[in-house]
């Protein structure tokens, strides 16, 4: 996976603040949006019985005191069932979560129609990133797709790069010949959308290459291989038969 902008520690990691005493969610979470400036937080909540507030940001969770003195980063571990209450909520977050595809900017994408291409996938995905190489060679085994690469070059070194991949003669051939041959793009200066596509990223939340988003609006963050993206494609045009007949 690229770099991610994550707010997780790999271990429990406490950071002091200093605030006064809330006594309601929405005050405490006005406070804890102020220590986040580039980034929203988008709930936050009470758990029962544990003295402590449920903060999401995106799809990251983590913990504050009712005073929002505190940020406890970690998981929450149920002794009797072994289980992670942290993970759980997060796997919620990330199955709710929906970005419509028609919101994307699709007409700044790389389009390659395979087959009938009936079915629509689009890829933020970064020229540098390891794991997007990878990817491109399990959407070799796809067909019957379109599928939208967007560019999202936030590793270093990858905005030149996207930018001679972009204003090359063929896009395709340049983005194929490089994520798959290694091949360097030779495209010369143009104006690029990079940063329409770099802003739609960050408002939906696209916090690491690749990221996958079907035409049911269903996110996938990472590599998956093509049985999964194949099981996903069908997800999707599944849904959106059962929507048009409603």
């Known amino acids: ?4 902008w994550s707010l997780s520690f790999s271990i429990l990691a406490l950071i002091f603040l200093t605030a ?3 006594a309601d969610e929405a005050t405490i979470k006005k406070v804890v949006q102020s220590h986040f400036s580039g980034h929203q937080v988008d709930s936050l909540k009470k758990i029962p019985n544990l003295g402590l507030y449920e903060v999401v940001v995106g799809e990251e969770v983590f913990y504050t005191d009712e005073k929002a003195n505190y940020f406890f ?3 929450i571990v149920d002794t009797k069932t072994r289980s992670s209450m942290t993970n759980e909520r997060i796997q919620e977050i990330k199955a709710a979560r929906r970005v419509p595809l028609e ?3 699709l007409q700044s994408a790389i389009k390659v129609v395979k087959g009938n291409g009936k079915r629509e996938v689009a ?4 020229p540098n990133c390891p794991y997007c190489k990878k990817l491109e060679k399990e959407l070799l085994n796809i067909t019957d797709v379109t599928i939208y690469t967007l560019l999202y070059p936030v590793l270093n070194g990858s905005m030149e790069l996207s930018k001679k991949i972009w204003c090359s003669e063929n896009q395709i051939q340049a983005w194929d010949d490089f994520m798959l041959k ?9 104006e690029t959308p990079l940063e329409v596509l770099l802003n739609s990223g960050r408002e939906n939340k696209v916090s ?7 035409a049911d609006g269903t996110i996938v963050g990472g590599l998956i291989p093509a049985d999964a993206i194949e099981e996903k494609l069908k997800s999707a045009a599944s849904a959106g038969k059962a929507g048009a007949k409603k």
Do not use: N, Q, Y
Request: glycine share 12%; charged share 15%; net charge positive.
């Open 182 to 190: 290694g091949v360097a793009p030779t495209g010369k200066d143009c």
């Open 103 to 105: 919101s994307l900017p």
């Open 73 to 75: 980063f970690g998981h």
């Open 208 to 214: 690491g290459t690749p990221t996958l988003i079907f």
């Open 20 to 22: 006064p005493a809330w």
């Open 123 to 126: 890829v933020f995905t970064d």
């Open 1 to 4: 996976m690229a770099k991610r």
